[in-house]
């Protein structure tokens, strides 16, 4: 659902971001689960008043229909932040658009047998003026890089990473265990979903990355971000996806980088 050719240059109540993506099924599954969508109001107005919305999901591997999941996540979560009423708080207004994710699922399995228990991973990203704020269900990622020094700012939903948060596991031990990749929590198994959220303020310069966990197998947040020191974001996201291929690509492989340009005060 994008509204500019990737790597262009857009504009929009005073913030100019830049967008690169790459997208792949890996050397392993047959098919590619995972999705990416975002949207940019073309009118200033509706841009400083929503902001620019982005968004990855990861279909979970063995479930019924992932790709259909994913696809139907992110397009959904785009279509209910965009025409929910105006004048709501960006975060109540995000974390409303999760809800109806959560509910449109959970009924399309409802209603069919082959959508049944279907599941997704739902990580968003976005920015209005001078803020941005993320929401996050699932194990992908969300990096922030500012002045050399790389944040994820989203923490997993996964049986390893809880068991790291109460101390069971410590952190190379957390990576390598099998549960790492056992989701605790996801969009479409239950109509109630609690996405977690987080917000800060935007700076010139300022690189989000969000990643399926596919791709984080293979590489470290600071290779990752290492991928785009050229100002080329495409060409960036797709070297992290080749690398991760080179790797293993294990699993279903996609980058979605944001790069702030300019903002307004």
């Known amino acids: 659902m994008p509204v500019l050719r990737r790597g262009e240059p857009a504009a929009g109540g005073g913030l100019r971001f830049t967008v690169g993506v ?46 259909v999941a994913s696809a139907e996540a992110a397009n959904v979560l785009l279509q209910e932040y965009y025409f929910a009423p105006p004048g709501r708080r960006a975060d109540a ?17 409802d209603d069919h047998e082959r959508f049944r228990n279907m599941q997704t991973t739902l990580t968003a990203l976005l920015l209005r003026a001078d803020r941005f704020w993320v929401a996050h269900v699932g194990d992908a990622k969300c990096f922030h890089s500012r002045a050399g020094e ?3 700012l989203t ?24 549960g790492r990749h056992v989701l605790l929590r996801s969009v479409g198994v239950d109509p109630l979903v609690r996405p977690d959220m987080v917000r ?8 989000f990355v969000m990643v399926t966990d596919g791709v984080m197998d293979y590489l470290t947040p600071e290779e990752l971000a290492a991928r785009f020191e050229n ?13 991760a291929n080179t790797r293993g690509g294990g699993d279903n492989l996609t980058v979605l980088a944001v790069r702030v340009e300019s903002r307004s005060g």
């Open 150 to 152: 790389v944040t994820q």
């Open 22 to 67: 790459a997208t792949d099924r890996g050397r392993v599954r047959e098919r590619n689960e995972d999705f990416y969508a975002y949207y940019v109001p073309g009118d200033a107005l509706r841009q400083a008043e929503a902001g620019s919305l982005f968004c990855v999901a990861d279909g979970v591997g063995g479930s019924t229909a992932g790709e």
């Open 200 to 207: 800060g303020r935007l700076l010139e310069g300022d690189l």
């Open 231 to 243: 100002p080329d974001l495409d060409a960036g996201a797709g070297e992290a996806v080749a690398l």
């Open 155 to 178: 923490r997993d939903h996964s049986l390893a990473a809880q068991m790291r948060r109460y101390g069971l596991l410590r952190a190379e031990e957390a990576d390598r265990h099998p």
């Open 93 to 109: 207004r995000l974390r409303q658009a999760f809800q109806r994710v959560a509910v449109h699922l959970f009924t399309l399995g």
